[in-house]
C-alpha cells in the first residue's frame, strides 16, 4: 500500500499568516497529502475558543502546537521581542515537535516541512533533519521582490543602511510594476527608528529566508501579476488561494466569525452594501473613528462594518453621540465577519479595505472594487496594485491635520459607485484570477506540480 505523505505546515504566529496557510493545508488535504498545522501554543489557544463544532468534525488537517518560549514574558509577544523570542526559543521546540511526530506516527513520518518565510528558520530546521522544505509567502510578490532588492537599492543609493529613503523620489524595482513613494517602502516608519528596525529587520530576513529556498509559494496567480511574479526567483504562484476548490474553514480564525451578518445581507438588495474591514491588526485613534462612522452616515449608503473590539488604539471603541441610534435601519456592525463569505455575497457594492494581501486577493476574487485605506507594512504597495496597476480602487487621502475626514469619505464612496470602469476591470480582474484557479489554468498547474512534487 502507498504510503500517505505527511507534511508539517508552520505559520508565522499571526491572523494574517495563519489565515492563508489553513487555506493551502486544506487544499493539500483535499489532494490526498497528510497535513499536520503547527501553531505556537499560544495562538491554538486563541484558534480553538472559537472554532466551530462542524468544523472541528470535519477538520482534514491535524492540529498541533509547540511552545513560543514566551510564557514568562508575554509583553514581548508584540514587534521586536517577538521575532527575537521566536528566533531564540521556536527552532530547538520545533524540532523537538517533529521528533515527537514521527515518534508517535512512525508508519507515515514527516517528509517534508511548508513554513511561513518569515519563519525563515523553521525550514532551516527541516533542511538540518532531512526533510524536503517549501516555502509560503502570504503577502504579495511586489513586497518579496522589495525585500530581494535592498542591497542593490543600498548600493545604488536609494536608501541608506537604515532603510530610509535618501532621495524623496518614486522607488521603482521594475518598470511593469507600481513605483513606491518613500513614505510607501514597506518599513517605512518616520519618526520611529525601533519600529522601522524592527519591520527592515523582518525584510532583512525574509531576503535571505527567501534566497535559499528552492520553492516559495505564493498566494497570487501569473495572470493577474507576471511582473512582480518574475522579479522572484523559484516563486510558484497557487493563488488566489480562497477561490480554490470553494474551501472556506472558519478554523484558523482568532475571534468567532459573527454569521447574523449574512442573513442580513440577504435582505438587503443587490448591490447596495458597502463592506468594512480593516484586518486583525490596524488600529484607529478615536477622532478617526469618529470620522469613519460619520462619513458613513454622510453617504446615506446601506453598510456592513467590521469594528473589532480593540480597534480604537487597543481598545473598545466609543460610536459618535446618536450614530447607531440614526444608522440602525440601514448598517450592520460586527465584530468579526465571516469575510470570503460577505465578499461574494450579491448584496455588496464594495470594499473599503486596509489592503492586507489576503483582503486584497478575496476581494478581487469577488470582483468587488475598493475604496483603499492602506495602514502599514505591505499595505501601501497593495494599495498601488489595485488604484495604479490594476484600476479596481480609489485611494482615501488624508487631510492636513492626518485625517481622512469624512468628507472625503463621502466623496470616494460616491464616486467609486458610479465609475462603471472601475466595476468593469474589477469583474475583469475576477474573471482572470478565476481562471488562473480553474482547471487548466497556471495556479491550478502549479498546485498540481507542487503535489507532485510532495509525492515524489
Ligand atoms: C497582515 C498584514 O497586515 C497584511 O498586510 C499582510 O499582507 C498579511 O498579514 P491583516 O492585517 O490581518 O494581515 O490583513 P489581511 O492580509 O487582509 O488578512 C486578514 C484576514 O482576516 C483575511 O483573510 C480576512 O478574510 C480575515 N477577516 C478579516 C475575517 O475573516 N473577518 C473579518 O471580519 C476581517
Known amino acids: 500500500m502507498e504510503l500517505q505523505q505527511h507534511v508539517l505546515v508552520v505559520p508565522c504566529p499571526a491572523q494574517g499568516h495563519v489565515t492563508p496557510l489553513i487555506k493551502l493545508a486544506y487544499n493539500l488535504a483535499y489532494h490526498g497529502i497528510k497535513v499536520t498545522f503547527a501553531n505556537s501554543e499560544y495562538i491554538e489557544a486563541k484558534v480553538l475558543a472559537v472554532i466551530s463544532d462542524v468544523d472541528r468534525e470535519q477538520c482534514p488537517i491535524t492540529l498541533v ?101 535618501i532621495q524623496d523620489e518614486l522607488i521603482c524595482i521594475s518598470e511593469e510594476i507600481p513605483g513606491l513613494k518613500s513614505s510607501e517602502l514597506t518599513w517605512n516608519r518616520s519618526g520611529d527608528s525601533a519600529g522601522q528596525k524592527f519591520l527592515f529587520d523582518i525584510a532583512l530576513a525574509t531576503k535571505q529566508a527567501a534566497e535559499s529556498a528552492s520553492i516559495i509559494l505564493c498566494n497570487t496567480c501569473d495572470e493577474i501579476d507576471s511582473s512582480s511574479c518574475a522579479l522572484v526567483p523559484n516563486i510558484l504562484p497557487i493563488g488566489p488561494l480562497p477561490a480554490m476548490k470553494n474551501l472556506n474553514p472558519s478554523i484558523g480564525t482568532f475571534s468567532s466569525q459573527d454569521s447574523s451578518c449574512l442573513s442580513w445581507l440577504d435582505k438587503q438588495p443587490s448591490n447596495s452594501v458597502i463592506y468594512i474591514a480593516f484586518g486583525s491588526t490596524a488600529l484607529f485613534s478615536q477622532k478617526q473613528f469618529d470620522e469613519i462612522a460619520l462619513g458613513l452616515e454622510l453617504s446615506g449608503q446601506l453598510f456592513l462594518w467590521v469594528v473589532r473590539s480593540n480597534i480604537v488604539n487597543r481598545s473598545s471603541a466609543e460610536f459618535p453621540d446618536g450614530f447607531l441610534e440614526r444608522t440602525s435601519s440601514r448598517g450592520k456592525i460586527v465584530e468579526w465577519a465571516p469575510q470570503e463569505k460577505v465578499l461574494a455575497h450579491t448584496s455588496v457594492s464594495c470594499f473599503v479595505s486596509h489592503c492586507g494581501w489576503n483582503s486584497t486577493m478575496e476581494g478581487v476574487s469577488h470582483g468587488q472594487p475598493f475604496l483603499c485605506w492602506p495602514y502599514f507594512w505591505d499595505q501601501f504597495q497593495n494599495k498601488s496594485y489595485i488604484c495604479d496597476a490594476w484600476k479596481v480602487g480609489l485611494e482615501l487621502k488624508y487631510d492636513e491635520d492626518g485625517i481622512i475626514s469624512r468628507h472625503e469619505i463621502k466623496t470616494k464612496i460616491d464616486q467609486l459607485l458610479t465609475d462603471d470602469g472601475i466595476k468593469a476591470n474589477a469583474l475583469k480582474l475576477m474573471g482572470d484570477a478565476r481562471k488562473s484557479v480553474n482547471e487548466g489554468g497556471s495556479s491550478y498547474q502549479n498546485f498540481e506540480s507542487l503535489i507532485k512534487y510532495l509525492k515524489a
Open 65 to 165: 502546537a509547540y511552545s513560543d518560549g514566551l510564557d514568562s514574558h508575554p509583553e514581548q509577544r508584540y514587534g521586536q521581542g517577538l521575532m527575537d523570542g521566536l528566533k531564540k526559543y521556536m527552532p530547538a521546540n520545533l524540532e523537538k515537535l517533529i521528533k515527537q511526530i514521527n515518534h508517535s506516527d512512525n508508519k507515515e513520518p514527516l517528509t517534508c516541512v511548508i513554513a511561513d518565510l518569515t519563519v525563515g528558520w523553521s525550514l532551516e530546521v527541516a533542511r538540518k533533519m532531512g526533510l524536503k522544505q517549501v516555502a509560503v509567502w502570504p503577502a504579495g510578490p511586489g513586497c518579496l521582490a522589495l525585500a530581494l532588492r535592498i542591497p542593490k537599492l543600498i548600493k545604488e543609493g536609494v536608501i541608506d543602511e537604515y532603510g530610509s529613503a
